[in-house]
């Protein structure tokens, strides 16, 4: 009887710890249907318009060390790129134009500057405070966030993406005060130079554009 009992009891078991695994691994509701908003958040953040390589990389502690690294260099990244940003602003901002015929500090232009500086100080700001955010969390922690949905699915993508947004209007802010003032500038040259500078912004933007809207489509049939 023993015999007959004990291969009953193991396969119970055994189905009971795959079952368990499966529902540790299955994607919450909270992830399966989400806005707009957050599928542009995560490819932004993550590189894909959903959660799903994500929160399979949370069921192992090695993947998801790996995904902390990536996460914790861009912070890294963004806090040099914002700290060059407010040094730069700083200056133009506390000095005055060594030339007469490259005035930034009329109205305009200098009130960009002064945005620049403010947004690249934000910037530093939540790149700073991301940082130790994801410095300190753990996979329970991020899998706990990621099921609760909503807003802690906003916030947890915003800790990404939301600094390198501060850097992104912050630089921008910086090239048209430097465009406008070269336009509104007396001397030819200058001007010849901002519009060829103007026409390798928009090159540069169109490109950036075109290509981050080929991956998420590309991204989108891959689902």
């Not at 079952?19 to 707009?36: D, G, H, I, N, V």
Request: proline share 3%; with cysteine; hydrophobic share 45%.
């Amino acid at each position: 009887m023993a015999l007959h009992y004990f291969p009953k009891a193991f396969m119970f078991y055994g189905t009971l710890d795959e079952r368990m695994l499966t529902e540790k691994q299955t994607l919450p509701e909270a992830l399966r249907y989400t806005s707009f908003l957050t599928r542009v958040l995560c490819f932004l953040a993550l590189g894909r318009p959903d959660l799903d390589e994500h929160w399979e990389s949370l069921q192992s502690k090695e993947e998801f060390e790996d995904v902390k690294t990536r996460l914790c260099s861009i912070l890294t990244y963004t806090i040099t790129a914002a700290g060059l940003l407010l040094a730069t602003s700083g200056v133009f901002v506390t000095t005055g134009s060594p030339v007469s015929h490259f005035d930034y500090t009329s109205p305009v232009p200098y009130f960009l500057l002064f945005i620049s500086l403010m947004l690249a100080m934000i910037a530093m700001l939540t790149s700073g405070l991301s940082m130790i955010r994801w410095l300190h969390t753990d996979r329970q922690w991020a899998q706990e966030q990621l099921k609760s949905g909503g807003y802690f699915i906003l916030s947890y993508l915003l800790s990404i993406v939301m600094p390198m947004s501060f850097v992104g209007w912050s630089l921008n802010c910086f090239i048209f005060a430097m465009l406008i003032t070269g336009f509104y500038s007396t001397n030819t040259v200058c001007c010849t130079f901002t519009a060829l500078w103007l026409v390798i912004y928009v090159v540069i933007i169109g490109t950036i554009s075109i290509e981050f809207t080929w991956k998420y489509r590309k991204s989108l049939k891959l689902r």
